[in-house]
T-cell receptor, first 111, second 113 residues
């Protein structure tokens, strides 16, 4: 089967660093995405990894290891506005491309 | 540049009816994808259209269909509505330039009674 696992909820303190993990098992792989979704709003694209390694974009970084079926999203210098759900998604290659999403990690940033 | 727009924003239907939702992508974007989001199942991919052709399809029944027009605007249709179709329907557009950046619209919240 196809599966994406990520923690349901995480809590961190303002100014801290948090790492949100995502593991996946899919039939074929053509890239991994991270999205941020605030309550009641649409998801916002954060990153796309298709090759192994770390991609850094300001306070956010995303890492991918294809051999381990593993990715993480690293958020530095946490701010209150980072309180949101973070969705991990994989683009598979089973026949035509399909996108499979994890259920999301709800991050709470405390003052 | 205007973002992705979706209409209507809210909709109430009854079981057995059919519904059509509309999505206008960001100007210049030719790829439009549709997603269903529910509290229980999370975000699920419905289908993707590119240049008026369905390029990818998720695992949804044939009651869910879509199309794309020459101006890249897209519609999705759900026939014979079921209670379980109550969800937030999101569309996302992208340039299809290899960077895979998708921009989501605000969604249409559908309630089936």
């Amino acid at each position: 089967g196809q599966n994406i696992d990520q923690p349901t909820e995480m809590t961190a303190t303002e100014g801290a660093i948090v790492q949100i993990n995502c593991t996946y098992q899919t039939s074929g792989f053509n890239g991994l995405f991270w999205y941020q979704q605030h309550a009641g709003e649409a998801p916002t694209f954060l990153s796309y990894n298709v090759l192994d390694g770390l991609e850094e974009k300001g306070r956010f970084s995303s890492f991918l290891s294809r051999s381990k079926g593993y990715s993480y999203l690293l958020l530095k210098e946490l701010q209150m506005k980072d309180s949101a759900s973070y969705l991990c998604a994989v683009k598979t290659t089973s026949g035509t491309y399909k996108y499979i999403f994890g259920t999301g990690t709800r991050l709470k940033v405390l003052a | 540049k205007a973002g992705v727009t979706q209409t209507p924003r809210y909709l109430i239907k009854t079981r057995g009816q059919q519904v059509t939702l509309s999505c206008s992508p960001i100007s210049g974007h030719r790829s439009v994808s549709w997603y269903q989001q529910t509290p229980g199942q999370g975000l699920q991919f419905l289908f993707e259209y590119f240049s008026e052709t369905q390029r990818n399809k998720g695992n949804f029944p044939g009651r869910f269909s879509g199309r794309q027009f020459s101006n890249s605007r897209s519609e999705m249709n759900v026939s014979t509505l079921e209670l379980g179709d109550s969800a937030l329907y999101l569309c996302a557009s992208s340039l299809d330039d290899g960077r895979e950046t998708q921009y989501f619209g605000p969604g249409t919240r559908l309630l089936v009674l």
